[in-house]
């Protein structure tokens, strides 16, 4: 599935959420100089953040369609797993990577961050948390439950933070195992966006599984969402919390 989002990338860059501005500042402040590595970068939603913010940014993807659409923006990517790509002696400020260490072996991928970093460098992976309205979220439900009754997925209102929360601890886990790291500092960013039946039903298709579905499923599927965007008055306030790892990189090398 890691290799999956390509298929539609100009939807996955247009539709997806960016990350709090706060989150980026404070990680840059952290880091000793300016140059990144983003793991994972898809279609440089956050790298071109963190451009913004100063940093000269390399992605590096396992997703040529992703990457190609990241070099359209004017970013330069490697396609390359994380874990066995290659930083062929250069070294780096910070390692993050936005929505994407869940694909990544958590000790291997800790370790080629360690390669790659200076001393004092940072590795830093956050994700975005969804969480909508109580009402709507049992409603979403329904609709999972209606159209998709042998899959459990979203089948309940969304977890929100708790379930990136857990990520966060396995992928700590893994720079701990990994070695070369200071103890794991967790952090959370808090923020809130309104969404038109037709913005969340044009993101919706990129979540995980939902391109993998028979085209008249996913139509059933945003149908019934829609319907219930406009029962609830056509829009939505979507609270997320952006929940982040992040540690320094110790040593001498």
């Not at 939603?45 to 997703?63: N, P, T, Y």
């Not at 309205?133 to 969304?158: C, N, Q, W």
Request: proline fraction near 8%; aromatic fraction near 10%.
């Amino acid at each position: 599935m890691a290799e999956s989002f390509g298929t539609d990338a100009d939807r996955y860059d247009r539709a997806r959420p960016s990350y709090p501005g706060a989150m980026v500042d404070r990680i840059v402040a952290a880091s000793p100089g300016p140059d990144v590595v983003d793991a994972g970068c898809g279609t440089g939603i956050a790298a071109r953040q963190f451009q913004a913010a100063g940093c000269q940014v390399l992605g590096v993807d396992v997703d040529p369609r992703m990457a190609g659409l990241a070099r359209e923006r004017g970013l330069t990517v490697e396609v390359a797993r994380f874990e066995d790509w290659d930083p062929a002696g250069r070294a780096f400020d910070a390692v993050v990577a936005g929505q994407a260490w869940h694909w990544v072996d958590p000790v291997a991928g800790a370790a080629k961050a360690a390669q790659a970093l200076r001393p004092g460098g940072r590795l830093a992976l956050f994700w975005n948390a969804a969480g909508p309205p109580p009402g709507l979220g049992e409603a979403f439900a329904a609709v999972y439950r209606r159209v998709l009754p042998d899959s459990p997925m979203f089948h309940r209102p969304p977890p929100g933070a708790e379930v990136y929360r857990a990520g966060c601890v396995k992928a700590a886990d893994g720079m701990r195992q990994a070695g070369g790291f200071g103890e794991p500092e967790h952090w959370q960013f808090d923020w809130d966006r309104n969404y038109t039946r037709e913005e969340w039903l044009d993101q919706l298709p990129t979540f995980g599984f939902h391109h993998q579905l028979p085209p008249a499923t996913l139509r059933q599927l945003l149908a019934g969402v829609g319907g219930a965007i406009d029962a609830a008055g056509g829009s939505f306030t979507m609270h997320y919390a952006t929940v982040v790892v992040i540690a320094a990189r110790t040593g001498a090398s």
